[in-house]
């Protein structure tokens, strides 16, 4: 249901296949289906320049081109599909009517073309262009004629979303026609390909159709030809329920007519605005009607929503053409930054943010300019598959001659307008022999080691065995670059000696044969490390898997956990440091091996890692965007996303926090930390305490969760502590109630995504619950109590934010 306040467009959907404007607003009589019945076709040609385009690859006119429009004729000389007056008018604006010689009336019934071709020419100043069908009538080309000039207005809204309600329509028949063809071939395939679909063209679907058995799956997908309406008026996702059907099925409709992002698409409530729009118009001579438009090739062949009427009042059919405006170029990006192996079969090129390169035909002359690295160049034709994610070429359309890496880059024509799409690096299997790279040539057993090779083409390896004693192991590896690859090699309980691998290639038949030497390593001890009053001492050297214990003092400690840094072996040993001598003290260090020896090592004791305590903190909030609330964080713990937090630090006792002295901060399970030191973040205040001064705005974007601190001094690090928990707020903007005893109250805002749930009081009874992945920008909510609105956060399960009151 629709309330009386103006609601926004995204409220009233279109369902899969088309628009239902009966169940779109009560300001439409109609209650019929879709835009489903078929109607006449136009033929239409565009010259800009030399160029001469057909409709279906013009997103777009300018000034000066050349619109060459027409009925298509029939060898059925019962068809009344060209007994039709058509009238083509450009508009320049609500309020300036235009002036006659920019509308033009064209007879589709004549032979002759002076009469039923229009050749029009887009007059400089027009915004818009629309055309009028009635069927034949006595007088009708004054009325059309009339009712331009009299409310342009009216035909500049309807025109502009007509088009727009066309493009999302070509979106929706695209997705449906992979749906129905994907179904039919293969089943088993729609799982995969029904999300990359929805993705490529601009669309969201639930996850219900698909966990169907095979046989319903398409099936479902494409139920449901009635209109989709949102359960709540309060929201403007997409989270729509189909009526009368089992599954979800929403529309992301955030596109624009020509690039595919920006404004909520026109295919939402066009019935309801073209029946408000022009129902003045209505006379018992005159109904108008919506029409929308499916481009092929030369062709407007026209959809409706209702079957036109060809006695009184008759039908006029309001088409919607493209605007007069610079060729708006899609942000078609890669998502695939890698090198893509070119060897055989059909390569995919995967890009995104354009859906209507998928669904209409702006992008035509489309191909990969390939240059090998000698600087010749080759044009290889490509073709947009929704179904895939991206652009498919042929491999065999590169010549035999380009291996190794090749630069690849997308190119075409986006209506008259040249089109410069992503780059690519492409590969393909060459000459030139696979080798080691560095010392990586030589592997140590008794552990997993990585090996670096070096050859063509490492993006069109397929798969590297370990051969050997008869038998064969799959192997892991990684592209490191457009040279490199690293490969694992597991030598655990192998011997030192020759180790064969086998690559193979896409694209060759037989695989690269490569031999790597593997040797023992034995241990090498480089360094103990214990600082005074810690709980581990850290070993470290080459082989430390060999080390069975440790004996420091007349403490024997076992081995811990054993880790690969920077080139050398860490492995720690767990000690109580209450019997452990003061800094300064030597000690003697014997270290077991497995294979029975024993090493010896001098042990000084260094001085206490650098530590400190918090004394206090305070945070100060970030200042709210204008036009919404400020938020109020209900613990002191808590430090929101985009403020600040102030704490100072006391030293441990006997330490001094000197100049040199640097506090690092970084989320909880990262290594990325942000380094605050006197005169970037840090003030002393005096002997032993500092004053740190954290900008949240320092970490990552989007970061959230338990913030760490620890201190660094002379290059040793202190110990890591709890400092704040770091959350991300919403944007409110305001907190709407309805009047009466059960009216319910909207809660509108961004970045709703971040609350968990909605409460009137601090003990969350009866909260409102937000769903996970939720995108709207409205929320039903409990009506504000005496202290308003608690908001439970997302990023912590126990984090709570305070929405006052108006006016508190």
């Not at 835009?35 to 030399?50: A, K, S």
Request: contains cysteine; glycine residues 10%; negative net charge.
């Amino acid at each position: 249901m629709f309330r009386s306040r103006r609601l926004p467009r995204a409220l009233c959907v279109a369902s899969a296949l088309a628009l239902s404007w009966g169940a779109c607003a009560n300001a439409a009589s109609s209650g019929g289906s879709g835009f489903e019945l078929r109607g006449p076709e136009l033929v239409m040609e565009v010259t800009r320049g030399d160029t001469t385009l057909p409709a279906a690859q013009v997103p777009s006119l300018l000034a000066g081109d050349k619109v060459s429009l027409h009925l298509p004729k029939s060898e059925d000389p019962d068809d009344k599909l060209r007994d039709f007056l058509f009238v083509a008018a450009f508009l320049r604006g609500a309020v300036n009517p235009p002036p006659d010689d920019w509308i033009a009336t064209g007879q589709g019934w004549k032979d002759k073309e002076k009469d039923n071709t229009l050749q029009l020419t887009v007059p400089e100043g027009a915004q818009q262009m629309v055309v009028l069908m009635v069927p034949r009538t006595q007088g009708a080309q004054g009325v059309l004629e009339d009712a331009v000039q009299g409310k342009p207005g009216e035909f500049v809204r309807a025109g502009g979303e007509l088009y727009e309600a066309s493009l999302d329509h070509a979106r929706l028949e695209t997705f449906m026609a992979s749906i129905r063809a994907q179904g039919d071939r293969n089943p088993e395939a729609l799982r995969k390909v029904a999300p990359v679909l929805a993705s490529s063209l601009g669309m969201r679907l639930q996850a219900d159709c698909l966990d169907k058995v095979l046989e319903e799956q398409a099936a479902c997908l494409i139920e449901g030809r009635g209109a989709l309406v949102l359960s709540d008026v309060h929201t403007s996702s997409l989270a729509d329920t189909l009526a009368g059907a089992p599954t979800d099925l929403a529309l992301q409709l955030s596109a624009t007519p020509q690039a595919g992002s920006g404004s909520y698409s026109a295919y939402i409530g066009v019935a309801r605005d073209i029946a408000r729009l022009f129902g003045a118009f209505n006379n018992p001579q005159f109904d108008y009607l919506p029409a929308l438009t499916e481009r092929r090739a030369d062709r407007l062949a026209l959809r409706l929503n209702t079957a036109p009427s060809f006695t009184k009042p008759k039908s006029v059919l309001v088409v919607g053409m493209p605007s007069v405006e610079a060729d708006v170029l899609p942000r078609l990006r890669s998502t695939h930054t890698a090198p893509i192996c070119a060897a055989q079969g059909h390569v995919l090129l995967p890009v995104e943010g354009a859906p209507l390169v998928y669904a209409s035909d702006f992008a035509h002359a489309m191909a990969l300019r390939i240059t090998a690295s000698d600087g010749r160049t080759v044009d290889v034709p490509v073709s947009a598959r929704a179904d895939r994610g991206g652009y498919v070429f042929d491999a065999r359309a590169i010549p035999a001659t380009f291996s190794g890496s090749l630069r690849a880059h997308l190119h075409g024509n986006w209506g008259f307008a040249p089109f410069e799409g992503p780059d690519f690096t492409l590969q393909r299997p060459g000459p030139g022999a696979w080798h080691s790279v560095g010392d990586n040539g030589t592997l140590v057993v008794g552990r997993d080691s990585v090996a670096v090779l070096a050859g063509s083409a490492p993006a069109c390896v397929s798969a590297i065995t370990l051969t050997g004693g008869g038998s064969r192991r799959s192997l892991e590896w990684e592209v490191k670059d457009t040279e490199r690859l690293a490969v694992t090699v597991p030598l655990e309980g192998a011997r030192p000696g020759p180790v064969q691998l086998a690559l193979h290639l896409q694209g060759e038949a037989d695989p690269v044969a490569l031999t790597l030497e593997s040797r023992a390593e034995a241990s090498r001890i480089d360094t103990l490390l214990v600082h005074e009053g810690d709980s581990e001492a850290r070993l470290s050297g080459q082989r430390l898997d060999q080390v069975r214990a440790l004996a420091l003092g007349d403490l024997t400690l076992e081995p811990g956990e054993l880790q690969r840094r920077d080139g050398r072996d860490v492995l720690t040993f767990a000690l109580d440091s209450a019997g452990m001598p003061k800094a300064g003290s030597t000690l003697e260090a014997r270290i077991a091996l497995a294979d029975g020896r024993v090493q010896t090592l001098p042990v000084t004791v260094a001085p206490p890692r650098p530590d400190a305590q918090v004394l206090s903190r305070s945070v100060r909030m970030p200042e709210p965007a204008q036009g919404t609330r400020p938020l109020e964080l209900t613990s002191d713990e808590l430090l929101p996303a985009g403020g600040e937090l102030v704490f100072s630090l006391q030293a441990a006792g006997g330490q001094n926090l000197g100049r040199d002295t640097v506090v690092e901060v970084a989320l909880a399970g990262t290594a990325e930390t942000v380094r605050l030191g006197v005169g970037s973040g840090l003030m002393p205040s005096s002997p032993g305490v500092l004053i740190a001064r954290l900008d949240t705005g320092a970490l990552a974007p989007g970061s959230f969760g338990p913030l760490r601190f620890r201190l660094v001094a002379n290059g040793v690090a202190g110990r890591w502590q709890d400092l704040a928990r770091l959350v991300r707020l919403p944007a409110i903007d305001e907190v709407a109630c309805a009047k009466g005893k059960d009216a319910t109250c909207t809660l509108e805002g961004r970045n709703l995504f971040l609350v968990a749930a909605v409460a009137q009081g601090a003990d969350f009874a009866g909260a409102r619950s937000v769903p996970p992945g939720f995108t709207g920008e409205r929320l039903e909510v409990p009506a504000p109590g005496a202290e308003g609105l608690y908001l439970r956060l997302r990023d912590d399960g126990e984090a709570v934010a305070r929405l006052r009151p108006d006016g508190a």
